[in-house]
């Protein structure tokens, strides 16, 4: 779906697109005085709106397949840890929020680019479709970045505390367990009104007699706005936008100063040994690396709370700002969920070799070979460090 127009009698007709809180798009009514004050922003919605369709399904079929590369990484034994569980199951939880993506965008943005509401296109079928594509995606955006908070703070504790104690690590890799499925449930049940407020009506054209659907008109910076809505909005925008960008902030900025600080003081304690400096490379590499999650959830989910509180407070907000930034909003999301799997190969030799070692060595049987030992022993010799020697290591894993 797009903006595939300005006019003011399209306005009229009732027809215009929302972008809901879950990178997905919607129908609702505007006013016809709503287009004068965003015209720029929706000429520039209407120009990419015909792009958008192609474009998002291309990043969300490269995002599932990248995604399930990390899956199948992340989850080898000598790659076990707390924090590629929860990089796993925010893979996971990635995609989900493509998959559900792909077909809504081929129905709506590509196969039925038309503005005009049609009895195909606005079936009942596929409206309800797009009512759990919404509800579906709003979740998992939701779970993804409250993983990332508790990545940054797992981490931060590791580092804080590390441990070689196996009794220690095994307890801290159930506890991230219990924690992740803790904010599954909890990312549920905490959307609950924004299920709630979305609701297809129907819409009887008496000139063609054609029946189409509709999702009911929020109202967002109206006065008649109802008390679910708005209270639906706050809760969003508090719990899965600012909150959840406040503790990345705090515990991502107290993660790289003590890592920076344990560099300084084995530098100067420890006399570096050749291979220690390398070692210290990779946890130069880790710490960009985990850097770059976080600042891209940040980018991407705080200007969408501003945004948010802004619709709910600001008269007219909703309809010329939010609506026609939506389709932006909705591949800088999207594209945040595909990236990942190229932060990890650039910025994690473990990641990397272990890849190359289960995709890879088949196609280029000589290639696995360096300095007198395959890349088998290579993992082992990593699985046995992260084993014996967590504490010297302690930031030596993928993140």
């Not at 399904?57 to 995604?67: E, L, S």
Request: charged fraction near 15%; proline fraction near 3%.
């Amino acid at each position: 779906m797009s903006f595939r127009t300005l006019r003011k009698s399209e306005f009229d007709n009732g027809f215009c697109l929302q972008w809901w809180f879950s990178s997905a798009n919607t129908y609702c009514g505007m006013a016809a005085n709503q287009s004068v004050t965003g015209d720029h922003l929706f000429t520039f919605a209407k120009s990419y709106a015909s792009f958008h369709g192609y474009i998002s399904i291309c990043v969300c079929v490269f995002g599932i397949i990248t995604n399930i590369f990390n899956i199948i990484v992340l989850t080898r034994r000598h790659m076990s840890t707390p924090v590629n569980i929860i990089l796993s199951w925010l893979a996971v939880s990635d995609i989900i929020t493509m998959m559900s993506y792909v077909p809504f965008s081929m129905h709506f943005y590509c196969m039925y680019p038309d503005v005009n509401k049609t009895p195909d296109k606005n079936s009942k079928s596929w409206m309800t479709y797009m009512t759990f594509h919404i509800n579906l995606a709003a979740t998992t955006h939701t779970v993804s970045i409250w993983l990332c908070v508790l990545l940054a703070i797992v981490r931060f504790v590791h580092i804080r505390s590390p441990t070689k104690a196996f009794a220690t690590r095994r307890r801290r890799m159930t506890q991230s367990k219990v924690l992740i499925l803790l904010i599954y449930v909890w990312s549920a049940i905490s959307l609950i009104p924004n299920y709630m407020s979305n609701e297809l009506q129907e819409n009887l054209n008496p000139e063609s007699n054609e029946t189409t659907y509709v999702l009911r008109d929020l109202r967002l910076g109206k006065n008649d706005t109802d008390a679910l809505v708005l209270v639906n909005v706050w809760m969003y925008a508090v719990t899965a936008k600012l909150v959840p960008c406040l503790l990345m902030s705090i515990f991502g900025s107290l993660l790289i100063y003590n890592i920076h600080v344990k560099i300084r003081h084995r530098r100067k304690v420890l006399k570096i040994s050749g291979a220690n400096s390398m070692r210290l490379t990779e946890h130069s590499r880790t710490t960009k690396m985990l850097v770059s999650v976080i600042l891209l959830f940040l980018v991407t989910e705080l200007p969408q709370g501003v945004l948010i509180v802004c619709s709910a407070t600001v008269k007219d907000f909703f309809d010329t700002v939010y609506l026609p930034l939506g389709d932006v909003m909705d591949i800088v999301a999207l594209i945040n969920n595909a990236v990942n799997f190229i932060l990890y190969c650039t910025m994690s030799t473990k990641f990397r070799e272990t890849f190359v070692h289960l995709f890879c060595a088949c196609h280029f049987p000589h290639s696995n070979e360096s300095i007198g030992y395959t890349l088998t022993d290579r993992l082992a010799k990593l699985d046995s460090h992260s084993n014996n020697n967590e504490h010297q290591n302690h930031i030596n894993h993928v993140v």
